[in-house]
């Protein structure tokens, strides 16, 4: 079982940053894939960013992020990071953090662990 929680979101002006932070309850080796998704009102939760192995060895993005935000994991803190920067309103979402030992796509049908979820939301 693990245990996720997010932390650091707010409310921010378009173009700045924001970063946000995942605590896991145990350590998560190389088995575990973590990963961001969102979910902004009425809309599906969406993909956004994920990490496997150790120290962000392999990671991946969706296209609308993907010159923009940073995911970094580190295994002897538990924790994986999205930094976002140039924010815009699109962004705004409740952003999930996930983990999953399953192989399979970046969907959340494959992600088996969830946390809460930390608002973000862009003022334009």
């Known amino acids: 079982q693990v245990q996720l929680a997010e932390s650091g979101g707010g409310l921010v002006q378009a173009g700045e940053s924001l970063r946000l932070s995942c605590l896991t309850s145990a350590r998560t080796d190389t088995r575990y894939r973590l990963a961001w998704f969102r979910q902004a009102p009425g809309k599906e939760r969406e993909f956004v960013a994920a990490a496997s192995r150790w120290n962000s060895g392999s990671v991946d993005y969706a296209d609308s992020v993907r010159d923009r935000f940073s995911i970094s994991r580190d295994n002897h803190k538990r924790t994986v990071d999205l930094q976002m920067n140039a924010l815009v309103p699109e962004d705004t979402a409740v952003y999930y953090c996930?983990?999953?030992?399953?192989?399979?796509?970046?969907?959340?049908?494959?992600?088996?662990?969830w946390g809460q979820g930390t608002q973000v939301t862009v003022s334009s």
């Open positions: 996930a983990a999953t030992d399953r192989r399979g796509p970046d969907v959340p049908n494959t992600y088996v662990y």
